[in-house]
C-alpha cells in the first residue's frame, strides 16, 4: 500500500447533499473533505444515491466512501490511516505522546459528536419526521422508500443502544455536547495565538472537529438544540470560520 503514490483519481461518494444526506453523514464527509484538503492531496467528490451501499463498511455512517487506486475505504478514521500508511498523512510532525494525546480528542470529538447527531436525526420525533425520513427516503420509490426508512432507523437505534445513547434524554445528550464542547475549547486555548489545536499545522483533530463542529451550526432542524450549544463557544465558531476560509470559503458563520 506504501509502494503507491496518491492516485491523482481519487474519489470521495457521498449522498447528494442539498435533497439527501443526513447531518452524522455530511459531518463524517466534511471531516475527511477537510483532512484530504489539509493533506493537500487531490481528490474528486461525486454525489450518488447509493453511496451508502457502494461502501465497504464503516463502524457508524459508513461515509464517506474513498475509492483511492485499487483500494476503497470508508470513514474517518480508516482513511485517516489509509493515507498515513502512504506516508502522506498531516501530523507526522508530533511526537508519539502527542499522538496519543491527539488520538484520544479525536475519538471523543468523533463519538460524542456523532452520537448526539444520530440522536437528534432519529430519535426526536419532529426532526426524524420533518427531515430525516424524508431526506433519506427521497431517492427511492414508494413504498421503498418506507421500507428503507424504517430499516435505517433500526438500524441506527441499535448503534444508539450499543453505545448506551438511547435511553437518554434531549437534556441529557444536550449535557453530552456541552462538556466536549468545553474540552475542545480548553485544548484550543492551550495554544491561544495558534490556528490549530496543537500549532501552526493542522493535525486530524482540526479536520474532525471542524467537520462535526461546523456541520451542526449550518444544518437547519426544526430543533437547533445542538447548534445553540456549539454557538455558545466563540472559541469552537472562530475556529469553523477559520478552517473554512482557508480550505473551503462555503459559507459565513
Same mark, same amino acid.
Given at each position: 500500500? $506504501?509502494? /503507491?503514490?496518491?492516485? /491523482?483519481?481519487?474519489?470521495?461518494?457521498?449522498?447528494?447533499?442539498? /435533497?439527501?444526506?443526513?447531518?452524522?453523514?455530511? &459531518?463524517?464527509?466534511? &471531516?475527511?473533505? @477537510?483532512?484530504?484538503?489539509?493533506? =493537500?492531496?487531490?481528490?474528486?467528490? +461525486?454525489?450518488?444515491?447509493?453511496?451508502?451501499?457502494?461502501?465497504?463498511?464503516?463502524?457508524?455512517? *459508513?461515509?464517506?466512501?474513498?475509492? @483511492?487506486?485499487?483500494? #476503497?475505504? $470508508?470513514?474517518?478514521?480508516?482513511?485517516? %490511516?489509509?493515507?498515513?500508511? *502512504?506516508?502522506?498523512?498531516?501530523? =507526522?510532525?508530533?511526537?508519539?505522546?502527542?499522538?496519543? !494525546?491527539?488520538?484520544?480528542?479525536? $475519538?471523543? @470529538?468523533?463519538?460524542?459528536?456523532?452520537?448526539?447527531?444520530?440522536?437528534?436525526?432519529?430519535?426526536?420525533?419532529?426532526?426524524?419526521?420533518?427531515?430525516? @425520513?424524508?431526506?433519506?427516503?427521497?431517492?427511492?420509490?414508494?413504498?421503498?422508500?418506507?421500507?428503507? #426508512?424504517?430499516?435505517? +432507523?433500526? #438500524?441506527?437505534?441499535?448503534?444508539? *443502544?450499543?453505545?448506551?445513547?438511547?435511553?437518554?434524554?434531549?437534556? !441529557?445528550?444536550?449535557? *453530552?455536547?456541552?462538556?466536549?464542547?468545553?474540552?475542545?475549547?480548553?485544548?484550543?486555548?492551550?495554544?491561544?495565538? /495558534?490556528?490549530?489545536?496543537?500549532? %501552526? =499545522?493542522?493535525?486530524?483533530? !482540526? &479536520?474532525?472537529?471542524?467537520?462535526?463542529?461546523? &456541520?451542526?451550526?449550518?444544518? !437547519?432542524?426544526? %430543533?437547533?438544540?445542538?447548534? =445553540?450549544?456549539?454557538?455558545?463557544? #466563540? +472559541?469552537?465558531?472562530?475556529?469553523?470560520?477559520?478552517?473554512?476560509?482557508?480550505?473551503?470559503?462555503? +459559507? $459565513?458563520?
Amino acid at each position: 500500500m $506504501s509502494d /503507491e503514490p496518491w492516485p /491523482e483519481d481519487a474519489v470521495i461518494y457521498q449522498p447528494y447533499e442539498a /435533497e439527501q444526506i443526513l447531518l452524522p453523514e455530511h &459531518a463524517s464527509c466534511l &471531516a475527511v473533505k @477537510a483532512y484530504l484538503k489539509m493533506c =493537500q492531496l487531490p481528490f474528486e467528490v +461525486r454525489s450518488c444515491a447509493n453511496a451508502e451501499y457502494m461502501s465497504p463498511g464503516g463502524r457508524l455512517t *459508513k461515509l464517506p466512501y474513498l475509492r @483511492a487506486g485499487t483500494f #476503497n475505504v $470508508s470513514e474517518f478514521e480508516h482513511i485517516v %490511516n489509509f493515507v498515513e500508511q *502512504k506516508g502522506v498523512g498531516i501530523g =507526522q510532525w508530533l511526537d508519539d505522546d502527542y499522538k496519543a !494525546d491527539m488520538r484520544t480528542y479525536v $475519538s471523543l @470529538a468523533e463519538n460524542i459528536f456523532t452520537m448526539a447527531e444520530l440522536y437528534i436525526s432519529f430519535v426526536n420525533k419532529t426532526v426524524y419526521e420533518k427531515v430525516t @425520513a424524508p431526506r433519506n427516503g427521497c431517492v427511492f420509490p414508494w413504498p421503498l422508500n418506507l421500507i428503507e #426508512n424504517y430499516t435505517k +432507523r433500526r #438500524n441506527t437505534l441499535r448503534i444508539l *443502544k450499543v453505545y448506551q445513547w438511547n435511553d437518554m434524554t434531549i437534556d !441529557d445528550v444536550i449535557e *453530552k455536547v456541552e462538556k466536549c464542547c468545553e474540552t475542545l475549547t480548553l485544548k484550543l486555548e492551550e495554544t491561544p495565538d /495558534e490556528p490549530f489545536f496543537y500549532s %501552526n =499545522q493542522p493535525c486530524e483533530l !482540526d &479536520a474532525i472537529a471542524f467537520g462535526h463542529l461546523f &456541520a451542526i451550526i449550518t444544518t !437547519d432542524l426544526p %430543533n437547533m438544540a445542538l447548534a =445553540q450549544t456549539v454557538r455558545k463557544f #466563540n +472559541r469552537l465558531v472562530e475556529f469553523c470560520q477559520f478552517i473554512d476560509g482557508k480550505y473551503f470559503q462555503m +459559507r $459565513s458563520l
